[in-house]
């Protein structure tokens, strides 16, 4: 049986997910609302097989292979695997420059 491990949010993950909602709210509460569970439950499905998620091309065509992410489009979940935790440290609009964001917040 696979060992079971523990999801746990960053403070930026979580500031992220919470714009994203707040500026889908301001249209439609109800799809924000389906939007955010949705998130949230792919996220939480890590628990059990972190793996799924694939290595982030960006960073991978850098040599950084730790992280990895979820897509729930057009949003991109990032996370990394360590002593029994998923990391979720962001969740980032994949319309956006993706490979600075994640240079400059992963990388400092």
Known sequence: MKPKYKVQWAVVAETDLK???DYLAADSPGNALQIFKKIRQRASGLYSFPERGRIVPELQAQGINIYR?????????????AE???????????????????LNRLLK
């Open 19 to 21: 714009q994203i909602i």
């Open 84 to 102: 029994g935790t998923v990391f979720v440290l962001s969740v980032i609009d994949s319309r956006q420059n993706v490979e600075d964001i994640l």
């Open 69 to 81: 992410e979820l897509i729930v489009a057009p949003w991109r979940v990032v996370y990394r695997i």
